[in-house]
């Protein structure tokens, strides 16, 4: 039960990584459309457009990481023994 809970919020996590990849990238778009003629402008839709790429690609990094973990068999630890 609670693995299954974590795997929520795992995914949770990853769309929210996609909301926030999406809004910079829509925001990039949006400058760069409306602004094209301005010089920072441009440079600024791309900068924003490219952080939202590398934002996409950080939160599927970390989503397939935590996904790796939470299937990959627990190690047991060995016990002392006196």
């Known amino acids: 039960m609670a693995v299954r809970r974590t ?3 795992n995914e949770r996590t990853f769309l929210a990584y996609v909301r926030t990849a999406l809004s910079l990238l829509a925001a990039g778009a949006a400058l760069l459309h409306f ?3 301005l010089s920072w402008a441009v ?7 490219v952080a939202g790429l590398l ?4 939160g599927l990094f970390r989503f397939v990481t935590v996904r790796g973990e939470l299937t990959r068999p627990a190690e047991r630890v060995p016990e002392e023994s006196e």
């Open 55 to 58: 934002t996409l690609l950080a």
């Open 7 to 9: 795997q929520l919020a």
């Open 35 to 37: 602004f094209a003629q």
């Open 43 to 49: 440079i600024l839709a791309w900068v924003l457009m």
